[in-house]
């Protein structure tokens, strides 16, 4: 032990003597392909399968986000209208409108949502039915085609965004519905604004547990590593991601506050 310190001290006044005080290197600027990780993947999982197309309604202590009919509990960026299309009980993502958020916030709570890549999706890789949900504004679960399409596995769907891949690949292919049950605990934060306690995450897909109580370190950003600023609580932020290839929809979006 008492070896090491010795070589850790002296490796430090080497450092130390390589560097005037002030001089210290710029940091290399970050590329997105530097926060992302290929292997290994996720193994596939073929999820249940429903007999019938049928919708289960919300319990009765849910906050009904989208019942089908409108969207009246969502806006825009700026406060102005939700301008995605709504069509045959469920909405589809129109890339002009950009993201969509709900005008309510929240902290603590159970999310359900069920989410369709069409039948005829292009593209590959993160330019194939991308979207996603961001809990309270700031941390995205991925929404992607992940099936038989390969990206880097903490970007692709079940991933909490360049932090954590899902535990396993559950997708349904594209045309059918894939189903998220997401309990989040937001996080508290210390006076000089780090987490006191991490916010954290469960994510259920199509029945199967992706994301375990995982620990989120910070927001999920394209480009370099998470961030920690303090914040309250936050809306659902639902993504247009902009791609060029067919839109994705959502029908059955409920809440239960935790
Ligand atoms: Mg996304």
């Given at each position: ?59 009765s202590d849910a906050i009904v ?164 600023a303090p914040h309250e609580n936050?809306?659902i932020r639902l993504q247009s ?18």
């Amino acid at each position: 032990m008492k070896k090491v310190l010795i070589l850790s001290g002296t490796l430090l006044m080497v450092a130390n003597m390589g560097f005037a005080q002030d001089k210290y290197p710029e940091p290399m600027p970050m590329k997105p392909q530097m926060s992302e990780y290929w292997t290994p993947q996720p193994p596939i999982v073929t999820p249940g399968t429903a007999t019938t197309n049928a919708v289960m309604s919300a319990p009765s202590d849910a906050i009904v986000l989208f019942d089908g009919k409108d969207l009246s509990k969502w806006q825009n960026n700026k406060g102005g209208t939700a301008g995605w299309n709504v069509h045959d009980g469920v909405v589809t993502v129109n890339k002009k409108a950009g993201d969509i958020i709900t005008k309510q916030s929240f902290g603590d709570f159970q999310l359900h949502l069920e989410w369709q890549i069409p039948e005829n999706i292009t593209g590959t890789s993160q330019a194939r039915g991308n979207s996603g949900v961001f809990l309270q504004d700031k941390y995205e679960i991925q929404i992607l085609d992940s099936y038989n399409n390969e990206t880097y596995v903490n970007g692709q769907t079940g991933s909490v965004y360049k932090q954590a891949p899902p535990l396993v690949n559950p997708i349904r292919k594209p045309g059918e519905w894939n189903i998220y049950d997401i309990i989040y605990k937001a996080p508290t934060f210390t006076k000089d604004g780090k987490y006191r306690t991490n916010p954290t995450v469960t994510v259920i897909l199509n029945g199967v547990v992706v994301q375990n109580s995982t620990i989120i370190i910070g927001t999920t950003e394209y480009i370099g590593f998470p961030k920690v600023a303090p914040h309250e609580n936050g809306p659902i932020r639902l993504q247009s991601h902009g791609d060029p290839s067919e839109p994705i929809s959502f029908r059955n979006i409920w809440l239960r506050e935790l």
